[in-house]
């Protein structure tokens, strides 16, 4: 679906082409004065000084050719050289009609659309989440719902962390509670029980009680470094635990994702790829890549033109243990050999203090020829603190859990419906739940997104669960008077009908829905979903001025409030449609 800026920008483009100048220079974007225009072109400064002519000149020449093109009803020359664009009535109507009835709500399909895998979530078997695998979550589904969207293919993986000193800690403190579990038998052959031997709760008792005490005393860390080299060697006993680790852990963590509405297609984890270690240790050695280095096995990154220091590589230790570098060169090869489609990009949304992990790792995995460096991206964002300017802790001072994270926020939801909402009387408490659920939902992912990715936010509950300013709550209030106006209407037997544009509020409010397709397009090329949440916040402001002008229930010409639901379900749809990327769910009444 063109929008209007697109439209606009070829039939300038064909201006300039017409007059021999590049067609770059038809470039064009929404008014800076909407009271003197919809949409402006600035080109004939840069074309007339390329072409050593006068800028007014050559705009005075090129605006009576662009008048009556297409939506276009006048141009106007301003200032030094300015084409001042205003669009059709009509062309606004037609806008609009599209939005209501098109799939993508106005939006179109990318051109560069491509095979993606998105590696994000990053949650750790065990050890309690932070809030950086808050944000990778929020950002990284949002990617994913807004990727698919434009037509990428995307498989999203959540990389489970599962093969790393907690692992050890894990079996070495069970070992030490129930030291007669059969998993601890070397001797034993199996089969191993199928019903796990811990729960939730002991896997987030046991982690923290071995962490200090590994901590406090380096025998017992060496015990737990002991225990993971030979789980990554195969102990059977201890692989079986692993399996069972990761499926209680994974069940939990699904209970938790699922209320922020972040869900991945594939659940790997850093095991999973265990057997394709040998084949990448081989890669790398065959092609004289890797060096022995005190023990261990190594591949040094450094370039020419580096103006930092890239410490080399480690693909073994010198136990011969694996760690995090090799777990990811090796999940590149698992994806390249084994996804369908084949990836062409991974994008990685992680941590930015990760960068320089990353940095190695899709070097490696460039030099040695198994994935090309450019098409691998670390996606980073900043972190969330708390009002001492710290990453967020609890008040004990501890990490946040996801699930403690998830809790606060419907806690404070439940109050705010409290005391500013006014719930329908016959509201029943499943729905009201419901209702809660998603306020606090849409606080958090919206509080999260609407940040530039990169920077650090204060993490302020109250704030982000308010109904006024620009948080998620408030849209989705937006959204909800939109639905609740529009079933009023159909209940006293209006619907909707023609759309004719006539005020100025009816205008902006149509040209802010005409941004949607450019504000998708771009949030997916920089991947910065702070660019659709501005969208969706400047839409939902501009319905309430035109709300505010045009009472609809109170109008009493019938084609008029016809023309006025219609858009309602205009905006209704691409609303809903960009609150659906950004993860958030609107509910029906509130
Ligand atoms: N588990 C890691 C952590 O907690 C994040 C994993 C990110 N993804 C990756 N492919 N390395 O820091």
């Not at 802790?393 to 806690?411: C, P, Y």
């Not at 109008?555 to 749809?573: F, I, N, P, T, Y």
């Amino acid at each position: 679906m063109t929008d209007l800026t697109s439209a606009l920008t070829k039939a300038c483009a064909d201006a300039f082409e017409a007059l021999g100048l590049e067609r770059r220079w038809g470039a064009v974007r929404r008014s800076d004065r909407p009271d003197l225009a919809d949409f402006q072109c600035n080109g004939c400064m840069g074309a007339a000084k390329s072409a050593g002519r006068n800028p007014r000149e050559l705009a005075a020449e090129i605006a009576p050719k662009l008048a009556g093109a297409g939506p276009i009803q006048s141009v106007d020359v301003a200032g030094p050289g300015f084409l001042n664009i205003r669009v059709t009535d009509d062309a606004l109507a037609g806008r609009a009609e599209d939005v209501r009835t098109d799939e993508l709500r106005g939006a179109a399909k990318a051109d560069d659309a491509e095979a993606v895998v998105i590696d994000f979530g990053g949650p750790n078997v065990a050890k309690p989440m932070h809030v950086g695998h808050i944000r990778s979550a929020v950002i990284g589904d949002t990617l994913q719902r807004l990727m698919r969207f434009l037509g990428d293919e995307v498989t999203s993986d959540a990389h489970l962390g599962d093969w790393g000193l907690q692992m050890g800690h894990l079996v070495t403190e069970l070992e030490d509670e129930q030291p007669d579990l059969v998993y601890f038998d070397a001797a034993f052959e199996g089969p191993y029980p199928v019903e796990a031997p811990v729960t939730i709760e002991d896997l987030g008792r046991l982690y923290p009680q071995a962490s200090a005490k590994a901590k406090a005393d380096p025998e017992r860390n060496e015990r737990s470094q002991k225990a993971v080299a030979e789980l990554q060697a195969g102990r059977p006993g201890y692989r079986a635990l692993l399996s069972h680790f990761i499926n209680v852990s994974v069940a939990a963590l699904k209970i938790d994702y699922a209320f922020l509405n972040v869900s991945f297609d594939l659940w790997k984890g850093e095991s999973d790829v265990d057997a394709l270690i040998p084949d990448v240790i081989a890669d790398f050695k065959t092609q004289g890549l890797a060096e022995e280095d005190g023990g261990a096995l190594i591949v040094r990154l450094e370039r020419e033109s580096d103006k930092k220091d890239i410490p080399p590589l480690m693909l073994l230790n010198s136990r011969g243990g694996t760690g995090y570098h090799t777990t990811d060169l090796a999940t590149i090869l698992d994806r390249v050999r084994n996804l369908d489609p084949k990836p062409s990009r991974m994008i990685y949304v992680v941590d930015q203090r990760q960068a320089l992990h990353f940095e190695q790792v899709y070097r490696a995995a460039g030099m040695a020829g198994m994935f090309p460096e450019d098409k691998l991206e670390h996606i980073g964002f900043g972190t969330v603190n708390g009002p001492d300017g710290k990453p967020f802790k609890t008040r004990e001072g501890g990490v946040l859990r996801l699930s403690d994270l998830n809790a606060m926020a419907l806690a404070e939801a439940e109050k705010k419906i409290a005391d500013a909402a006014k719930l329908p009387e016959d509201m029943g408490d499943a729905e009201r739940a419901d209702v809660a659920r998603k306020v606090a939902v849409a606080a958090l992912r919206f509080s999260d997104l609407q940040n530039m990715r990169t920077t650090n936010y204060v993490f302020d509950l109250d704030r982000f669960t308010s109904f006024e300013g620009k948080t998620g709550p408030y849209l989705l209030y937006a959204a909800v008077r939109i639905k609740s106006l529009l079933r009023r209407a159909t209940d006293e037997g209006h619907s909707a009908g023609d759309l004719a544009i006539e005020s100025d509020a009816e205008r902006a409010l149509v040209l802010a829905m005409d941004g949607f397709g450019a504000a998708c397009l771009s949030a997916r090329e920089k991947r910065t979903p702070h660019i659709l949440c501005e969208h969706v916040y400047g839409l939902a402001q501009a319905f309430s001025a035109f709300y505010g002008a045009h009472p609809i229930a109170a109008e009493k010409d019938e084609a008029k409030r016809a023309s006025r639901l219609a858009l309602c379900e205009a905006v209704l749809g691409q609303l809903e449609c960009g609150l659906g990327l950004l993860g958030i769910e609107t509910p029906e009444r509130m």
